[in-house]
């Protein structure tokens, strides 16, 4: 049968796989409530969880568990080369070049989303265009990465000097400041990490304003009037009151914004797949595994990248105990 | 009794509104602004307004390039930049009609929504079943199982493409669009349940005691009650999944081959943006004809996005 006709696809996914997984639980309930409560109360958790541990174990557990796996054997997954594969993350020349984009990914592209968020809300809370100035901001949330890169090769796009600008930044660049040269954005090493971490601000800005924007309206209005009183100027509101007040709103941000980041790949493949020493770490393992193919390296790489996560899980998973213990 | 569900809602449209309403349209009325004249004061705001025009100016530049280009005839689009047609406006929707009939755009738009759209329902379906087990049921091994669910959550895509590659072989879906949903919905998983745990969490205990008291089972609870009170948390797993799936560019490239039958729209315009000539200029009107879609998703159901994220998140 041929899987891919529209007519089978509609059916199959809108009403034979969503209704089955209901009657996979009604019929699971009713099968339980002839065994004995103690057992029952055992049992029923673990129907409600099946198709989601399912689900997670194919697409997560067992490929991550193999790719540790793979990350000691050599490139066509045959034979044990034990370290080799890390020892080859840590020494390559270009895998340095990798992790110190990453790095500078890790610090800047969080950094100035968040400061750029909190901006946005607090001076959008204050004027009475706020939901059309915000609506601008969050746009580009919904656009892909495929098309983000279509709309940044038209900001970014360079004509050698001489010719007609018809990429915006240029034309920009070189009528704004008298007597400069159009840049390469893309190309050039000093700025084309800049342009391309930017790409990915803009891209995440609105999230971030959303959530920020609805925290700061969740500050009650006494504490401002409370300090207003006191005498505090807005600077002072703004350190003692709001930022205090949005400091759980910021880290929480701040955590997805390191998660997004740290497994950033599509702008990256997009703008320059790696070239001109943008490479960063998730876009390596895209290329060892089907440009170079090389499994070995491709796994050891997906391993470090795991690995730098951790940290953030830690925190998650602290914080969680934390809530946990106050339930 | 009222439908619980609109509680939320009609509390997220109040405070929609509420800054709309705040400012008062005579400022003569308000005693303290009566010294001061309205224009000194639109003055020394100036400064506010003026760094959230240029932001503003900063976001829609990009985006509306690409609008005016993808109205733009070949020709003039190599010879000039776009802000060229605000002074000398000539517009073609040529693009457009090419884009529509003449290519597998179409195709492409029809095949996005039947990946996105099973995904999405799947996801929220299956996140929500795991999401009440863990939030509402007591059984052994269920704290480190939340924490394994946890840690799914930073695993890097890259670091399952093969093994998923060589299941989804043996399994016989490679190059199907079910693998592509059993991908996409598996990956997201971990953020849904984690998302709609702590959103159904947070329910008053007392609200799923009553019911259970009154003999409704567990199905009868959970359609009836959980469900239909968790309508913020539901919508912004929703919109998130909606909008990936939609966007997703890698799963569908590598899962279902070069084949072009059942290809997304992504997949076409990332075969549009190695072509050349003829597909140019199709290119940007493609693009924002994929665009279209997630952005009035998104628009119109952003309401209950923050609402959603921040019940969800774990308190810092």
Redesign the interface.
Known sequence: MDWNTRPILTLLGLVVIPVGLIALIVTGERAIRAIRRRTRDRVRPWLWLVPALVLSSAVLVYPTIMTVYYSFLDAKSEDGVGFDNYTWVFTDDAMHSVLGNNLLWLIVCPVVTLALGVLVAVLTDRVRYEKLATAVIILPVAISFVAAGVIWQLMYSYQPPGTAQTGTLNALWTSVVPGAEPKAWLADESVNNYALIFIAVWMNLGLATIILSAALKGIPAEWYEAARVDGANEWQVFRRITLPALWPTIAMVGTTLLIFTLKVFDVVYVMTNGNFHTDVVANRVYSELFVAQNFGHASAVSVVLFIAAAPVLVLNIRSFRREEATR | MTDPSAVPAARTAA??QA??QA?SNKPAASPRSGRKPWWLRTLR?SP??L??LV??AI?????L??LI?SFRTPGD???????DALTAPAFTVHNYTDALDGTDITDGL?NSL?IA???T??TV???A??G??FAW????G??PL???????????????????MK?LDSLGLMG???AV???Q???T??FG?FLLRNFF?AMPKELLDAAQVDGA???RIFLKIVLPTSGPALASLAILQF?WS?????TPLLFMGGQN??APV?VQ??GL?QSTGEGQNL??AA?FL??LL??I???SL?RY???G??SG????
């Open positions: 405070v929609a800054p709309s400012p705001r506010l307004h760094t959230i932001l503003c976001w829609l530049t990009p985006a390039g690409l280009t689009t190599a010879k000039s930049g776009w802000w029809l039947l759209v099973p995904t329902v799947v379906l299956v996140s079943f795991a009440y087990a049921m007591r059984f052994r269920r704290g939340f924490l394994v669910v946890i840690g799914l959550l930073v695993v890097p895509p890259q670091v399952t493409l093969v093994p998923m299941l199907t669009v079910p949903w059993i991908y919905v598996g990956f998983l971990p349940i969490a089972g567990q199905m909008i939609w966007n997703d560019l890698l039958d059942g992504t315009i990332a943006v290119l940007t693009t994929a665009v997630p952005l998703v998104f628009f952003q996005y923050a609402r994220m921040m998140s774990v308190k810092g």
